[in-house]
């Protein structure tokens, strides 16, 4: 009977032991499943910024393009008119 409560005894030792470690395992996981839960959502807040960012820019290039275009014909035009009054100056 000695044996049986020594065994006991173990065995609820063991148990005891086993229950605490999973409780140990269990705290750090959770802490863990938070902290990517959190950094998952300041990621998708990242990638929302960064899209709009995106299209901002992408927006100014456009316009700059545009604006560069609009130039180049001007420039383009003022060369033609100078030329057409360099004719003008050297007929006369």
Same mark, same amino acid.
């Given at each position: 009977?000695?044996?049986?409560?020594?065994?006991?005894?173990?065995?609820? !030792? !063991? =148990?005891?032991?086993?229950?605490?470690?999973?409780?140990?395992?269990?705290?750090?996981?959770?802490? =863990?499943?938070?902290?990517?839960? $959190?950094? @998952?959502?300041?990621?998708? $807040?990242?990638? =929302? @910024?960064?899209?709009?960012?995106?299209?901002?820019?992408? =927006?100014?290039?456009?316009?700059?393009n545009?604006?560069?275009?609009?130039?180049?014909?001007?420039?383009?035009d003022l060369?033609?008119?100078?030329?057409? !009054?360099?004719?003008?100056? @050297?007929?006369?």
């Amino acid at each position: 009977m000695i044996k049986r409560k020594k065994k006991m005894a173990t065995n609820d !030792l !063991l =148990t005891l032991i086993g229950g605490v470690m999973l409780g140990i395992i269990g705290y750090f996981l959770r802490q =863990t499943m938070q902290e990517i839960k $959190e950094i @998952k959502i300041q990621a998708y $807040e990242t990638k =929302t @910024k960064v899209e709009v960012l995106e299209k901002e820019y992408m =927006t100014k290039i456009d316009n700059l393009n545009e604006k560069f275009d609009m130039l180049y014909d001007g420039i383009k035009d003022l060369t033609k008119e100078i030329n057409k !009054l360099n004719q003008m100056i @050297k007929s006369n």
